[in-house]
């Protein structure tokens, strides 16, 4: 049996990455098919998934318990469509490396956390938010500043790389007015990606000194 240690050198590989990340997206597929299967059943001419219920109410205070939950679930099979590829490319840019599974759980958590937020705070009364987006544009922030933290040239490059393919999902950040895209999650995500990249970095550095 690996110790815990062995496991995440495992899923730093290449191929250990690739691997983690497919079976994460695989798992968002599979939780929207039975979401889907559950909503039909329950309600056959309904369009309201029964699991979205989980996500975060904006504006109610128990709203906010959907926090955690909501970016495992979403709108429906185009709503997670859009979302995989991004999560499956910016995770495994993150997890690859020494340290993988330690950046990818504390951008997680911070873009988690202040996507949530922002998504309750700033969104109209009585909405239900629910997706992943907001770990995307956390995820996609993170790897964009920490090639300028580190001025590393493999970081650096990964950044610009980042930048030129996935930079323009960046204006999804801004308020938009009569859409179901919930830029208030996007916002709120992108804020937490760069407070984990200016942490992480903080945190090198002070261990750098006392070396």
Same mark, same amino acid.
């Given at each position: 049996?690996?110790?815990?240690?062995?496991?995440?050198?495992?899923?730093?590989?290449?191929?250990?990455?690739?691997?983690?990340?497919?079976?994460?997206?695989?798992?968002?597929?599979?939780?929207?098919?039975?979401?889907?299967?559950?909503?039909?059943?329950?309600?056959?001419?309904?369009?309201?998934?029964?699991?979205?219920?989980?996500?975060?109410?904006?504006?109610?205070?128990?709203?906010?318990?959907?926090?955690?939950?909501?970016?495992?679930?979403?709108?429906?099979?185009?709503?997670?469509?859009?979302?995989?590829?991004?999560?499956?490319?910016?995770?495994?840019?993150?997890?690859?490396?020494?340290?993988?599974?330690?950046?990818?759980?504390?951008?997680?958590?911070?873009?988690?956390?202040?996507?949530?937020?922002?998504?309750?705070?700033?969104?109209? +009364?009585?909405? *239900?938010?629910?997706?992943?987006?907001? !770990? %995307?544009?956390?995820?996609?922030?993170?790897?964009? @500043?920490? $090639? =300028?933290? +580190?001025?590393? *040239?493999?970081?650096?490059?990964?950044? !610009? %790389?980042?930048?030129?393919?996935?930079?323009?999902? @960046?204006? $999804? =950040?801004?308020?938009?007015?009569?859409?179901?895209?919930?830029?208030?999650?996007?916002?709120?995500?992108?804020?937490?990606?760069? @407070?984990?990249?200016?942490?992480?970095?903080?945190?090198?550095?002070?261990?750098?000194?006392?070396?």
């Amino acid at each position: 049996m690996n110790s815990p240690a062995e496991s995440r050198a495992k899923v730093e590989t290449p191929k250990g990455a690739l691997f983690f990340m497919i079976g994460a997206v695989l798992f968002l597929w599979v939780l929207e098919i039975i979401d889907f299967v559950i909503s039909r059943i329950l309600n056959p001419f309904g369009n309201t998934e029964v699991l979205d219920q989980f996500g975060i109410h904006s504006w109610e205070p128990l709203g906010l318990l959907g926090i955690p939950f909501a970016p495992f679930l979403h709108a429906g099979f185009g709503h997670l469509a859009a979302n995989s590829l991004p999560l499956l490319v910016l995770g495994f840019l993150i997890l690859v490396g020494r340290g993988g599974s330690w950046r990818l759980l504390i951008t997680t958590a911070f873009s988690v956390l202040f996507s949530g937020l922002f998504a309750w705070f700033l969104t109209p +009364a009585h909405h *239900v938010i629910v997706g992943a987006s907001g !770990v %995307v544009f956390g995820w996609l922030v993170y790897l964009i @500043l920490r $090639g =300028v933290f +580190a001025r590393e *040239v493999r970081s650096i490059i990964v950044s !610009v %790389v980042v930048l030129v393919v996935y930079g323009g999902v @960046l204006w $999804g =950040v801004m308020p938009s007015v009569g859409s179901n895209v919930s830029w208030q999650a996007h916002l709120g995500g992108a804020i937490g990606g760069g @407070l984990a990249a200016w942490y992480m970095h903080s945190r090198a550095k002070k261990k750098a000194q006392l070396v």
